[in-house]
């Protein structure tokens, strides 16, 4: 919000800046014309007038400016009161916010002033986290303190802290969710000892943290895999794919936001040519296959509907177009083209994207071309029948899925 504010009184201070010499121009013109009956003091019209815009323009930059410094302030506060609350996570955000954004200037210095205050958060996380045993946020606090602070000290110490945990902890009993969405900063570090022995439990358990806590299917799929590429001849990318394969079967029995996105993703994969991009999509038995429209042309009956990605099967695919069947030239080099309006339709089978039915419908042809024109234009016929390409769909459908 804040970013766009800026951006936006930015571009209007730039705008009346360049504008100004032209709308001083501008108004002279209109008032030597008569067009505007002002009067100034003989000699100092144009000065004025220059000095008015002027003003105009610094006090536009002045409230931009003096809005910048406000938003900060409320902003740093949240940030204070937050991490003096013990909510370290949501002060981080808020400075981030500040350290971040977009600006015209700094006048109340808070970019260095969030900087060292995110440093400070950072150290009250990790030891309120360390006394509450809580090991999985003192990491993700470590972490960001090493991504955050520029003195050396409290990066190697971080970096100690981070080595004694894993050390004198059980690395899968270290996971939670905050760290599981920074832990590719452990993997490139070099703070975790033997990272090939610890750091593999963490990514597995990590998986399973994606979902109990969301029924993240698609991260903990994505970690499963990671196991598996990163960690090929460890123990853990044997359990890894046991776990990317059941985590795949139930993403592919899922009926609420994932697995609608997923269908809605894959069908718009497999009407431009691919395969479905989840191997989740299709996994029912092929005799009950059903189908999944992304559109609104057809209302398919709902037991033909994919009600999960495991369902989806079957993708019908439409396009629409206009086919020029002619163009008059007159004379001036105006012109009118005759146009004929196509509907396709396909049924595609998801998995390959491979087209089991196509039909092409065309609308009536254009009434032909008038002898004159004042001005060119475009002349087309009717659209094709919506139904007609509905019972055709309907009546291949029926062949394929039962």
Known sequence: ???????????????????????????????KKGLINVKFPRGG???????????????????????????DASTFRKGLQACQSGNFLTAVDDYDGIIYSSRFTDIGNFVSKAMEEKVSCFEQMAASSKQDGDLGMALVAYLGLIGTSDDKWIIESSGSEIETIFLENDPADLANLELCDSIELLSEGQWVPQPATRLPPVYLACGQVYLQEGEDYQSAIETYQFVMDRYPYSEEA?????????????SSLDTGEYGKS????SWEAVCNGKPAISPAV?????????????????????????????????AICVERGVEIIETCIYAGGTSVSRGRHWLKVSIRDVLTAEIIKTRLFSGSA????????????????????????????MQNLRGIIR
């Open 45 to 71: 019209n144009l000065k004025r007038l220059f000095l008015i815009a002027g003003a105009i323009i610094l006090g536009i930059g002045v409230f931009a400016v003096a809005a910048e410094y406000l938003q």
């Open 282 to 314: 299709g996994l029912a038995d092929r005799e009950f296959g059903k189908l999944w429209f992304g559109g609104s042309e057809f209302e398919l009956p709902s037991d033909m509907q994919a009600a999960s990605p495991g369902e989806f099967q079957y």
């Open 1 to 31: 919000m804040k970013d766009t504010f800026v951006l936006s009184g930015l571009c209007i201070f730039i705008s009346l800046l360049m504008l100004s010499p032209l709308l001083v121009i501008g108004f002279l013109l209109l008032r």
């Open 238 to 250: 044997s359990l890894a794919a046991d776990e990317l394969e059941s985590t795949i079967y139930a």
């Open 366 to 393: 254009p009434r032909g071309c008038p002898q004159s024109i004042s001005q060119g234009y475009n002349l087309n016929g009717s659209r094709p029948s919506d139904s007609l390409a509905f019972d055709w769909v």
């Open 262 to 265: 997923l269908i809605r993703e």
